[in-house]
């Protein structure tokens, strides 16, 4: 994610499954099931459906934040076969275990979000409509970036031994 302010916010209303798990462990298991073209006028975990100790709950909304500096990542996603949003869900102390922390359309950001162990990140099909909007702004403000290897500087041995010699080691 950029420190610039986004250009384009993308409202998606996010879809979260509640699996019976089969563990002496956990009762259940939670992950992000999909993601809904705008933010639907439902209130957060309501109930979509139930069925055979399966839940699908309407959890809450997000926005899915568009960068210019991100253009070549989000092609790629569209270019991937299988456009995604990568879902975050944060652990909540609240009625409900979890929060709808963020939703992306930049498969390096929805990665890092993997870093802090607690949250859920899954991937789920892009809605059609929203592949639509990011493919215009992906057109409207993609500038290719030609891609300039440096050269590594060789190293000078004679340099290394002063360096050596000045600190006392020898």
């Given at each position: 994610?950029?420190?610039?302010?986004?250009?384009?916010?993308?409202?998606?209303?996010?879809?979260?499954e509640r699996r019976k798990a089969?563990?002496?462990?956990?009762?259940?298991?939670?992950?992000?099931?999909?993601?809904?073209?705008?933010?639907?006028?439902?209130?957060?975990?309501?109930?979509?459906?139930?069925?055979?100790?399966?839940?699908?709950?309407?959890?809450?909304?997000?926005?899915?934040?568009?960068?210019?500096?991100?253009?070549?990542?989000?092609?790629?996603?569209?270019?991937?076969?299988?456009?995604?949003?990568?879902?975050?869900?944060?652990?909540?102390?609240?009625?409900?275990?979890?929060?709808?922390?963020?939703?992306?359309?930049?498969?390096?950001?929805?990665?890092?979000?993997?870093?802090?162990?607690?949250?859920?990140v899954e991937a789920v099909p892009?809605?059609?409509?929203?592949?639509?909007?990011?493919?215009?702004?992906?057109?409207?403000?993609?500038?290719?970036?030609?891609?300039?290897?440096?050269?590594?500087?060789?190293?000078?041995?004679?340099?290394?031994?002063?360096?050596?010699?000045?600190?006392?080691?020898?």
């Amino acid at each position: 994610m950029s420190a610039a302010l986004p250009i384009l916010r993308i409202p998606v209303g996010i879809v979260v499954e509640r699996r019976k798990a089969d563990s002496p462990w956990v009762d259940f298991i939670w992950r992000s099931a999909a993601a809904l073209p705008d933010e639907p006028d439902t209130e957060a975990w309501t109930i979509l459906r139930e069925q055979e100790g399966t839940t699908l709950f309407y959890a809450g909304s997000a926005t899915v934040d568009l960068y210019v500096s991100e253009t070549a990542r989000y092609r790629d996603n569209l270019a991937s076969g299988i456009p995604s949003i990568w879902v975050v869900l944060s652990p909540s102390e609240g009625a409900w275990p979890y929060t709808v922390a963020a939703a992306t359309a930049d498969p390096a950001e929805g990665e890092g979000f993997t870093e802090a162990a607690d949250n859920l990140v899954e991937a789920v099909p892009m809605p059609e409509v929203v592949r639509e909007v990011i493919e215009s702004f992906i057109a409207e403000h993609h500038v290719e970036r030609e891609f300039v290897k440096r050269e590594r500087r060789r190293a000078d041995p004679e340099a290394l031994a002063r360096r050596q010699h000045e600190s006392g080691q020898e």
